[in-house]
């Protein structure tokens, strides 16, 4: 039985409001009406879509914390980091990042984006890919979202390097996992680089 419109769009609000990567379709499914109506009770109640949800809680929240690179030069949206620890992001494969024959995402956007995250999670002024190891699983196509999570997994100070582990997955099944081996300098309060 369908609920209400008034109470359908409280229980949109809270529960965009709990989760604001939650998509329209999955609201659409949650209270049993069209991607439509989720749109127009968006509409009504003044609750932008999902890319915009992303972006304000990016930028708000990250914005201060990434240092290693602006936080739009970030492949993917982040949506979690905890500098020199974890960080993960979301990538929405578009049209434009399949190649048209067979609509499989191209290799390098989906390094880009674990790339990009494994310089994210650096705590430093400058971090820069040394080496990379990458093993893709499977391939990912058109319209599908690409979860890539991050792990500082090892740290050597006097060398300057950090390792970092990603793991890239679509509806929690892995479709890369990358190891990539950091140079990191950070700002030294004598004014220089170490």
């Known amino acids: 039985m369908k609920k209400p419109k008034k109470q359908r769009q409280e229980e949109l609000r809270s529960l965009i ?5 939650v998509t329209d379709e999955e609201l659409s499914a949650a209270f049993d009406v069209s991607v439509q109506t989720i749109r127009l009770d968006r509409m009504e109640l003044s ?9 304000h809680v990016a930028v708000k929240t990250f914005d201060d914390e990434v240092k290693s690179l602006p936080i739009d030069e970030v492949i993917g949206e982040i949506i979690d980091i905890e500098l020199d620890e974890r960080a993960i992001s979301i990538f929405d494969v578009k049209p434009e ?10 290799g390098h956007h989906l390094f880009a984006q674990a790339n990009s995250l494994a310089v994210a999670v650096m705590n430093d002024e400058l971090a820069l890919t040394v080496k990379s190891e990458l093993q893709f699983i499977r391939p990912v196509s058109s319209g599908q979202r690409v979860v890539a999570k991050a792990q500082v997994i090892e740290r050597q100070e006097e060398k300057n390097r950090a390792f970092v582990k990603v793991v890239s997955s679509v509806d929690q099944v892995t479709v890369l996992i990358g190891t990539f081996e950091m ?12």
């Open 183 to 194: 140079y990191r300098m950070t700002e030294q309060s004598e004014g220089g680089l170490k």
């Open 47 to 55: 609750i932008p879509e999902l890319r915009e949800r992303i972006k």
């Open 17 to 21: 409001k709990e989760n604001p990567f």
């Open 97 to 106: 990042h399949v190649f048209q024959r067979n609509k499989i995402a191209r």
